[in-house]
């Protein structure tokens, strides 16, 4: 089993839409939790941290379950520039600095 | 620039030759990664710098990957023997130290062995 899954997708949705992107886990020890936004042949770059007790960024927000280890991004409002692969990234605890990528989920937003 | 730079872009080698990737850190980084990527999936860890020394080496798949920084800034990846499955994208990431702070990537070291 792979430390981060995600669905790879693509998913296509159409301009406004909302859209949402689920994360799991599997070390219950994961002390960290990003998503990072990849452009086609670009490199990753941070989106947002992901707390515990759920943050926003605009039209981004970011959900933590612990519990059931999964981490969420839901993107309300797509824009056409929206369009990217988006990385759930994970770090154990007790082993800062190695970060763990998620496959990516690719968004394809359309006109 | 003052971003992480990544020298050669692009690298097309034969099987069994030798390859080396140079990763130029952002100034005052003290922590360096190396990744790899290959078509559709996300980043693989490779191994991580906390200044000179690897603090983990845990992801370089077999013996002949090497990575050195011996300098506490520029990094090095070897790669001896080279065979196609070594074919990726290989990824440079800086942050300013240890712990869950933001990684800033270079634009990555295309490598393909025919």
């Known amino acids: 089993r792979k430390e981060v899954e995600q669905d790879p997708g693509p998913f296509n949705v159409p301009e406004g839409a909302t859209v949402a992107f689920n994360c799991t886990y599997s070390n219950s020890a994961s002390q960290s939790f990003f998503w990072y936004r990849q452009d086609c042949r670009k490199e990753p770059k941070l989106l947002m941290s992901?707390?515990?007790s759920g943050n926003e960024d605009g039209r981004f927000t970011a959900q933590l379950n612990r519990a059931s280890q999964y981490i969420s991004l839901l993107i309300r409002d797509s824009k056409l520039s929206d369009s990217a692969t988006y990385l759930c990234v994970v770090m154990l605890a007790g082993n800062t600095g190695k970060l763990i990528f998620g496959q990516g989920t690719t968004l394809q937003v359309k006109p | 620039g003052a971003g992480v730079s990544q020298t050669p872009s692009n690298k097309v080698t034969e099987k069994g030759k030798y390859v080396e990737l140079r990763c130029d850190p952002i100034?005052?980084?003290?922590?360096l990664y190396w990744y790899r990527q290959s078509l559709g999936q996300g980043p693989e860890f490779l191994i991580y710098f906390q200044g000179t020394g690897a603090a983990d080496d845990s992801g370089l798949p077999n013996d002949r990957f090497f990575a050195v920084r011996p300098e506490g800034s520029v990094s090095t990846l070897k790669i001896q023997r080279t065979e196609r499955g070594d074919s990726a994208v290989y990824l440079c990431?800086?942050?300013?130290?240890?712990?869950?702070?933001?990684?800033?990537f270079g634009e990555g070291s295309r490598l393909t062995v025919l």
């Open positions: 990431a800086s942050s300013r130290d240890q712990g869950p702070g933001e990684l800033f």
């Open positions: 992901v707390y515990s």
């Open positions: 100034s005052g980084h003290t922590a």
